[in-house]
């Protein structure tokens, strides 16, 4: 057992999740560990900003005038609340597409307030609340330039997804043959690689230096992008948007479906991958906040603002609270 995570109902340890994680340097070294970091898993969403940095490298910002918001949202998992939805449309609108071009498939918003919002002005989902809409537009405006067929960029023999095969096996150091290729929910392919692997591309993703520069340009554009606009990359409320945002952009995190979350830590040159082995959602938070406390890396008043992420409570129906989802691992030095 690798337990990261438990949950106390009025002091009874009522049930836990186990789970992977992993830090590692740009150089590829290992420095800390919990439980088992070569699972291999998938990076899901947390592989949106390789497949951006893959799109930014053929100049699609230069060739469409996208906007810096409108590159923070190509690369997220976003919340489908009205800003997200505008900033969608200012992209569509500059693509000259239409939803029917996309091929994310209908889903209700993120975000639980978004959710709120869109049925109570009498609106049903569309593909644009689905929080992988922006990742498909970028496919899009990526093919557009390179004169590629629209007809089949989600599959994996398409030019496009082979381009951003060549750029994660190129951050996380793995032969493209050896990327085990899945199917995201959204339709498009998903990348699986070791998780010490994917805290290894994480900790050169806003690194300029590496590859001798080759993606400096794409990089930091993307960086200044979320750095900017974090309530693009997620949502109010997200952990990911609020660890760009109270960090200043030090600290970038990505959440992935099934347990999977992913930060780069600039200005320590590490990246961290997290895996809850039972794609447990609720234990993913806990956990992430306290391997940056055991690192060392987040100040007391930025735990102090991230504590309902560190401990949520569990509460009743009505509001009272009446235990708490704690983290219980210690991280183990490589």
Partial sequence: MNRVVEIIRNGLVESFHDGNVAVVQQNGALTHFFGDPEQICYFRSSGKPFIMLSHLMKKIHEVFGFTLKEVAIMASSHSGGKQHIETLMSIANKLKVKESDINCGV????????????????????????????????????????????????????????????CIAEFSDTPKESIHIGIDGCGVPVFGVPLAKMALAYARLFNTNCFNGKYKEAQELLYRAVAEFPEMIAGNDRLDTDLIRLSKGDLFGKMGADGVFCVHCHPQGL???????????????????????????????????????????VQTWTGKTIGLIKPAFQLIKA
């Fill in 107 to 166: 889903r209700e918003p993120y975000g639980g307030s978004e959710k709120i919002e869109l049925y109570a002005s009498g609106d049903l989902p569309s593909q644009w609340h689905n929080n992988c809409s922006g990742k498909h537009l970028g496919f899009i405006a990526a093919c557009k330039i390179m004169g590629w067929p629209l007809d089949n960029y989600w599959d994996i023999s398409h030019p496009i997804q082979q381009d951003i095969l060549a």
């Fill in 271 to 313: 990246g961290i991958a997290v895996k809850i082995k039972d794609g447990g959602v609720r234990a993913v938070d806990p956990v992430v906040i306290e391997t940056l406390s055991q690192l060392d890396i987040l100040r007391k008043e930025m735990l102090e603002k991230m504590n309902h992420y560190h401990y949520p409570p």
